[in-house]
């Protein structure tokens, strides 16, 4: 139950971090912007972790990368 509440936040907290990010974006830049943004360490290397180098939305960076 822990591990899907926890899930549940991630993909809150990345919505968060998305807000304004314009797609679609290759994956280092999305990186680079979460950085910039301040995101947690944890998301950006579930999304530098995701088997794709291009996200063409949000919901397929939270799809592909929030596992």
Known sequence: M??????????GSAQEYLNGVRFPI???DLCDQLQQKGAPDQLVEQVRSADLNR????QEVLSKAMH
């Open 2 to 11: 822990d591990n899907l509440k926890n899930l549940a936040n991630n993909a």
């Open 26 to 28: 290759k994956k280092d």
């Open 55 to 58: 996200f063409e939305n949000a």
